[in-house]
């Protein structure tokens, strides 16, 4: 097989080879590997449990956080998240602490919000609010859905920032 080669066929598939052939941008003939197959382990977290005892209004804050979400940051994840929490009912005025690391403080002082033993975001309960630092920063703040996250944008995964704690609120 020649230069010619290096295209697709009329399917669109490439010939089976262990390296694709290509000129690059001098006319010098190049090569690189063909992966056609990948063994990674499929990155899979949990679906978020419902805990019965938790607000449901809780549940609501986690679903109009979600709706009004983007798919990228404006960095107002606490902003967001109060915006949620006020609109579902689940808190009764409009937190006043600017940061997001202060969130939980606040949650707890003002709106009967507990802190909750769950060191793992992804086993935090569907509505939790989880509260992260970022050193000497504003740090970051989420709640938690039933397939990830959200704040001012939405996310399969957590927060990459070391998580300060989970918090929750009872029904009562």
């Known amino acids: 097989m020649g230069a010619s080669s290096l295209t697709a066929n009329a399917?669109?598939?490439l010939p089976s080879r262990t390296k694709f052939f290509y000129k690059d941008t001098s006319g010098k003939?190049?090569?690189a590997p063909i992966i056609d197959q990948y063994y990674g382990a499929p990155i899979v977290h949990p679906l978020a449990h419902v805990d019965s005892r938790l607000?449901?209004?809780l549940m609501r804050a986690a679903t109009i956080a979600d709706e009004r979400s983007h798919a990228k940051s404006k960095a107002r994840c606490w902003h967001y998240v109060k915006e949620a929490l006020v609109a579902s009912g689940a808190v009764t005025s409009y937190p006043r602490?600017?940061?997001?690391y202060q969130a939980g403080e606040e949650l707890v002082r003002f709106y009967g919000f507990r802190k909750i033993p769950v060191n793992d975001p992804y086993a935090a309960p569907l509505g939790a609010v989880l509260v992260y630092s970022h050193?000497?920063?504003a740090g970051h703040v989420e709640i938690r859905t039933k397939d990830g996250f959200v704040s001012?944008?939405?996310?399969?995964t957590r927060c990459r920032y070391p998580l300060i704690a989970v918090y929750a609120k009872y029904s009562s």
Not at 97 to 100: L, V
Not at 152 to 156: A, E
């Open 135 to 137: 050193g000497s920063r």
């Open 152 to 156: 001012d944008f939405h996310s399969k």
């Open 97 to 100: 602490s600017a940061y997001a």
């Open 55 to 57: 607000d449901p209004k």
């Open 29 to 31: 003939t190049a090569s």
């Open 11 to 13: 399917a669109g598939i």
